[in-house]
């Protein structure tokens, strides 16, 4: 007969097996990258800098809802920058401020689609990220099919030891609802959004 010992053996034993077992099956699990950031992807994209180009850079914009500022920046006081990559027909431009609160505290991203350096279009897809550092919230689009623009553009190039590369980028962005919080109740609704910035074309 067994001893009374040999049950409790054999259940330690189970159990050891079972760490193991779970322990490598964690391990040779694949790594799930974490959520993007979209504040950190947009200062990666394009560093902002003083928006004075030729002719001075602008973003005027009304915000409504959750964050609730009338946006008129212009030259110095208003840090912008963009990238265009030429492949995707797309540009990324990027515009920073003090919404006066004190500090550059509101970041507005716009990722938009079908875009050719020289070109005036209407309605294009447009991708919207506007970011409020001072409470750390995230509002957007989150993709394409809510917001669009109309733009006209011309290149910078000799003027002000401006690189040939480098594009003034103008427009107008409308959205057909507010723009919900990433990770957040809030929203955002902008009116009479019209900008003029730079683009580096990749």
Same mark, same amino acid.
Do not use: H
């Given at each position: $007969?067994?001893?009374?010992?040999?049950?409790?053996?054999?259940?330690?034993?189970?159990?050891?097996? =079972?760490?193991?077992? *779970? /322990?490598?099956?964690?391990?040779?699990?694949?790594?799930?990258?974490?959520? !993007?950031?979209?504040?950190?992807?947009?200062?990666?994209?394009?560093?902002? *800098?003083?928006? =004075?180009?030729?002719?001075?850079?602008? %973003?005027?914009?009304? *915000?409504?809802?959750?964050?609730?500022?009338?946006?008129? +920046?212009?030259?110095?006081?208003?840090?912008?920058?963009?990238?265009?990559?030429?492949?995707?027909?797309?540009?990324?431009?990027? %515009?920073?401020?003090? @919404? /006066?609160?004190?500090?550059?505290?509101?970041?507005?991203?716009?990722?938009?689609?079908?875009?050719?350096?020289?070109?005036?279009?209407?309605? +294009?897809?447009?991708?919207?990220?506007? $970011?409020?550092?001072?409470? !750390?919230?995230?509002? #957007?689009?989150? #993709?394409? /099919?809510?917001?669009?623009?109309?733009?006209?553009?011309?290149?910078? #190039?000799? !003027? &002000? &030891?401006?690189?040939?590369?480098?594009?003034?980028?103008?427009?107008?962005?409308?959205?057909? &609802?507010? +723009?919900?919080?990433? @990770?957040?109740?809030? !929203?955002?609704?902008? #009116?009479?959004?019209? %900008? @003029? /910035?730079?683009?580096?074309?990749?």
């Amino acid at each position: $007969m067994f001893s009374d010992r040999a049950p409790r053996q054999l259940v330690n034993l189970f159990g050891v097996l =079972t760490v193991i077992a *779970l /322990g490598m099956w964690f391990f040779f699990q694949p790594v799930v990258q974490q959520e !993007s950031n979209p504040l950190l992807e947009a200062l990666e994209a394009s560093a902002p *800098l003083p928006c =004075t180009l030729d002719q001075a850079g602008y %973003f005027d914009a009304r *915000l409504y809802g959750s964050l609730q500022q009338n946006l008129n +920046l212009k030259g110095d006081a208003l840090l912008c920058n963009g990238s265009y990559q030429s492949l995707e027909q797309r540009v990324r431009l990027v %515009f920073t401020g003090d @919404s /006066g609160t004190g500090g550059a505290d509101i970041t507005v991203v716009l990722g938009i689609s079908r875009f050719i350096p020289g070109q005036a279009a209407t309605e +294009l897809d447009t991708n919207v990220t506007v $970011m409020d550092a001072a409470q !750390s919230r995230f509002f #957007g689009s989150q #993709g394409y /099919g809510r917001c669009w623009t109309d733009i006209n553009s011309a290149p910078l #190039g000799g !003027s &002000g &030891g401006q690189q040939k590369n480098v594009w003034r980028v103008s427009g107008e962005t409308y959205c057909s &609802g507010a +723009l919900p919080q990433i @990770s957040g109740q809030g !929203s955002v609704t902008i #009116g009479d959004l019209s %900008f @003029s /910035g730079r683009a580096v074309a990749e």
